[in-house]
């Protein structure tokens, strides 16, 4: 920690923190404390709250292709556009034939206006790193094989950290106030996931600033790390070479279809009377192409109304859906096929309660989440899947 200060910034929340400690902060005192203390640069930390993460299995003989497996199996996932994120991500050795990669995701917009805000200051940010890596590498390295929860306690949000067989497990809430619901809710879930009979000692923590001693081997240990200065003004230069190149194949365009626009004139001004014993057969490629267009037209219309009897067959349970979900719950999209629930996704104050209740119906079984639960602005965003019930055993 000496000559370091770090700026720890989340949803509601900043922390500064140097060799005196760390204490809460507004901009307005964060402002005056650079100034004070005369920082030409800093590192950022972001709390958990406002990073998503998730931990992927991948067989090592796929190393080459880690961001686009990520990009594929994580940010496709998420409520927002891959434009629309920053991330990083640090492996690890599982066994001789896979590797785990631990994926750390934060909204580009809020890196973005943390960035304007040191700019406007003349304060270089040096790197931008997640809390989550900190106390993952932190406790990678404590954890000793044993079945323990780690949940470290802030003023805000509880991060919760869980290793298994040398694989990583990450939650997050806001619920503060209900600590030991939560701590029962994360040992259920991670029970039922690794399928683990056993009993899970739960460790209590502070963000403590034993963590920041571990800000530059997680540095070192994030691969692909667009938190930092660089990758973010590196990111806004591929932006503008983007748009560059966009106008030079517009201007290219245009100069083409200008040239090919004269040539064809001079070409049917020349060749008029060969262009006119041509029509015949492109009439009747026209009436041909008419013909399987109608064709195709009824055949749609065909599978509309397949459709239409196949969604209506799902009424009842469309319906179970709406008089189970707690109150206040947003339904985004609802999928079925076959016998399926193939998709149930939403946000709502709790996911696990909008678990509990559709468990209790008859009319479907098998429930479980897809990935993991995102909090997001008080709601927790969620995706589910199960089978429907047999109606002989309803």
């Known amino acids: 920690m000496k000559n370091k200060a770090f700026i720890e910034i989340g949803k509601d929340n900043i922390r500064v923190i140097n060799k005196e400690g760390a204490k809460q902060a507004s901009w307005n005192e ?20 406002k990073v998503f993460v998730k931990s992927l299995e991948l067989p090592s003989k796929l190393s080459g ?14 409520p927002l556009k891959e434009k629309d994120v920053y991330y990083t991500y640090s492996t690890r050795k599982i066994n001789k034939k896979n590797i785990e990669v631990a994926v750390f995701i934060i909204e580009k917009a809020f890196i973005d206006n943390i960035n304007s805000f040191f700019e406007e200051r003349n304060v270089k940010i040096k790197s931008i790193l997640p809390l989550n890596l900190l106390g993952y590498n932190y406790y990678l390295n404590n954890y000793n094989n044993k079945l323990r929860l780690y949940a470290d306690v802030a003023e805000k949000y ?5 290793f298994y067989e040398k694989k990583a497990f990450f939650r997050k809430s806001i619920r503060i106030d209900e600590y030991e619901l939560e701590c029962k809710k994360t040992i259920k879930y991670i029970k039922e996931k690794f399928g683990i009979e056993k009993n899970i000692e739960i460790i209590k923590g502070n963000i403590d600033i034993k963590y920041y001693k571990y800000f530059d081997i997680s540095k070192k240990k994030s691969e692909n790390s667009i938190f930092n200065t660089k990758g973010v003004e590196s990111v806004k230069k591929k932006e503008l070479k983007k748009i560059y190149v966009l106008i030079f194949i517009m201007i290219i365009i245009n100069i083409l279809t200008f040239s090919l626009k004269i040539y064809k004139k001079k070409l049917y001004l020349k060749e008029i009377t060969k262009i006119n014993d041509s029509l015949q057969p492109i009439v009747k490629n026209i009436e041909t192409i008419k013909k399987e267009y109608n064709e195709k037209l009824v055949k749609e219309e065909k599978f509309k109304n397949k459709l239409k009897d196949k969604s209506s067959s ?11 979900l707690p109150k206040g719950t947003v339904i985004d999209q609802v999928i079925f096929k076959d016998n399926r629930l ?3 996704s939403g946000k709502a104050v709790s ?8 468990e209790k119906s008859k009319k479907f079984k098998n429930l479980k989440f897809i990935g993991s639960i995102v909090s997001s602005r008080g709601q927790e965003l969620f995706k589910i899947e199960g089978d429907l019930a047999d109606e002989k055993t309803e």
């Open 30 to 49: 964060v402002s005056k404390w650079i100034f004070k203390n005369n920082y030409q640069e800093i590192d950022i930390i972001i709390s958990p709250e």
């Open 351 to 358: 996911a696990t309660e909008v678990m509990r209740k559709m």
């Open 342 to 344: 193939a998709l149930l």
């Open 65 to 78: 292709k880690i961001e686009n497996l990520i990009k594929l199996k994580v940010i496709n996932e998420l």
């Open 314 to 324: 799902y009424l009842k349970w469309i319906k179970e859906i709406g008089d189970k």
């Open 158 to 162: 509880i991060q919760f950290y869980f």
